[in-house]
């Protein structure tokens, strides 16, 4: 059975998956040996259960965040921080400087209905569990491609930053 694997996106820029895509051709080498069960590229509404590895992009920075990755965190067996603003708050947790609403000042009305309440931004692992880190802002194509291949194949990724505590 293909390994189920799945990628979700909190507070970050997109820049981590886009570094995924960076990995070309070597996607579709990728896609035949594993089964894409949830993320931005999957036209799934609800994250599946039973996933066998999930790269999480993005600090925790909203309510949506932290209901989010308490799922994710149920349903997967290896996870990881994908990137700086997983494993360290990075660019978003420049926002802790400030009391957490006050971000909301620079709009004439501030918004309610739509935005989720924004919290301190934190680190996955200050939140739930991580099994793996992988650091850089991005991570590049050659690193996310070694990971995913080892992960797939059984191996210890050779590109693993150390542990930090959960
Ligand atoms: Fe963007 Fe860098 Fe954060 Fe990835 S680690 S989401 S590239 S700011």
Do not use: Q
């Not at 949506?64 to 349903?75: A, F, G, Y």
């Not at 004439?108 to 739509?114: L, M, N, R």
């Not at 050779?158 to 542990?163: E, Q, S, V, Y």
């Amino acid at each position: 059975m293909k390994p189920r694997i799945a990628t979700i996106w909190l507070d970050g820029c997109s820049g981590c998956h886009m570094s995924l895509l960076d990995m070309d051709e070597r996607l579709l080498a990728l896609a035949d040996r594993i089964e894409l069960v949830y993320g931005p590229l999957v036209d799934a509404k609800e994250f599946p259960e039973n996933v066998d590895v999930t790269l999480v992009e993005g600090a925790v920075a909203t309510e949506s965040d932290l209901r989010k990755i308490r799922t994710v965190r149920e349903n997967t067996r290896l996870l990881v921080s994908f990137g700086d603003c997983a494993v360290t708050g990075n660019v978003p947790a420049l926002r802790n400087l400030l009391p957490p609403d006050s971000v909301l000042d620079v709009y004439e009305v501030a918004p309610t209905e739509v935005v989720p309440g924004l919290l301190p931004v934190r680190p996955v692992h200050h939140v739930v569990p991580v099994d793996l880190y992988l650091t850089g802002c991005p991570p590049s194509a050659d690193v996310i491609h070694e990971t995913l291949l080892a992960l797939v194949e059984g191996r210890e990724p050779a590109h693993l930053a150390p542990r930090f505590g959960n």
